[in-house]
């Protein structure tokens, strides 16, 4: 789990707009170097947690970078 927590952090620290495009990279099947040393279980876990976080932002992106 904390290499989840760790994976999440350091995605979320490069700005809303950027984790938007790395969501969309993982979805697509990219490995986004921040997670290339995880298991494919962890990789769905950041997923899902950049999900949850980015929620806040709703479907129009970024209001504040």
């Given amino acids: 789990r904390k290499r989840v927590e760790h994976c999440?952090?350091?995605?979320?620290?490069?700005?809303?707009?950027?984790v938007w495009?790395?969501?969309?990279?993982i979805e697509a099947g990219d490995i986004v170097p921040e997670?290339?040393?995880l298991s494919a279980e962890e990789r769905h876990a950041v997923l899902d947690e950049l999900r949850?976080?980015?929620a806040v932002y709703g479907p129009d992106?970024?209001?504040v970078d």
Avoid: F, T, Y
């Avoid at 999440?8 to 809303?16: A, P, Q, R, T, Y």
């Fill in 8 to 18: 999440v952090e350091v995605l979320c620290d490069k700005g809303c707009r950027a």
């Fill in 61 to 63: 992106g970024c209001s």
């Fill in 21 to 25: 495009a790395d969501i969309r990279r």
């Fill in 52 to 54: 949850n976080v980015m």
């Fill in 35 to 37: 997670i290339a040393e």
